[in-house]
T-cell receptor, first 116, second 111 residues
Framework: EPEVTQTPSHQVTQMGQEVILRCVPI?????FYWYRQILGQKVEFLVS????????KSEIFDDQFSVERPDGSNFTLKIRSTKLEDSAMYFC??????????????FGEGSRLTVL | TQLLEQSPQFLSIQEGENLTVYCNSS?????LQWYRQEPGEGPVLLVT?????EVKKLKRLTFQFGDARKDSSLHITAAQTGDTGLYLC???????????FGTGTRLTIIP
């Protein structure tokens, strides 16, 4: 069964360092997302991406964050200068028709980011 | 800001019992989804409800969307240990790609 895969599963970094989280969405999906979940808190929307551009972003997704789909398969989230409060589990998701279509999102297993 | 509050936050019951989990908001959503999340994994979609008053059944799980599309419930009949997990509701806002997730209910089924 096709699935969304994420790497790395866990990354530890120093405050101020750049981090890139990678995702391979399901191959025929058109909508891509990043969500995060701080330990013990709810899942929060960061950004949605469609047709090679950001379609929506939350207030969390400030200038320190960027997304890219460099080669038609990978979907990356970059944090330019990490802060302690960026420590969280980051989930990538993809969807064939988007949340406002069928609403069916498929999530990866997450990348745990720990900022020291 | 739209909020989805789930109750109870924690629920621990014996195998074979029935239970209901609630997802409430003061905001209207165009659709609502229920996910289950296992430790160390991403949320897995269980169901999407779209129409006010809609009821969907998935084996022993029954999902209902409130008439006003502000709330939803998940009822599990004859709970099994395999039902243990974190249950999340998530609302879709009209025309938006963002899902607003609820606070979660952590369910433990005791053998």
């Amino acid at each position: 069964e096709p699935e969304v895969t994420q790497t790395p599963s866990h990354q530890v970094t120093q405050m101020g360092q750049e981090v890139i989280l990678r995702c391979v969405p399901i191959s025929n999906h058109l909508y891509f997302y990043w969500y995060r979940q701080i330990l013990g808190q709810k899942v929060e929307f960061l950004v949605s991406f469609y047709n090679n551009e950001i379609s929506e972003k939350s207030e969390i997704f400030d200038d320190q964050f960027s997304v890219e789909r460099p080669d038609g398969s990978n979907f990356t989230l970059k944090i330019r200068s990490t802060k302690l409060e960026d420590s969280a589990m980051y989930f990538c998701a993809s969807s064939p028709q988007g949340a406002k279509g069928t609403g069916e999102l498929f999530f990866g297993e997450g990348s745990r980011l720990t900022v020291l | 800001t739209q909020l989805l509050e789930q109750s109870p936050q924690f629920l621990s019951i014996q195998e074979g019992e029935n239970l209901t989990v609630y997802c409430n908001s003061s905001s209207v959503f165009s659709s609502l989804q229920w996910y289950r999340q296992e430790p160390g994994e991403g949320p897995v979609l269980l169901v999407t409800v779209v129409t006010g008053g809609e009821v969907k059944k998935l084996k022993r799980l029954t999902f209902q969307f409130g008439d006003a599309r502000k709330d939803s419930s998940l009822h599990i009949t004859a709970a099994q240990t395999g039902d243990t997990g974190l249950y999340l509701c998530a609302g879709e806002n009209f025309g938006n790609e963002k899902l607003t997730f609820g606070t979660g209910t952590r369910l433990t089924i005791i053998p």
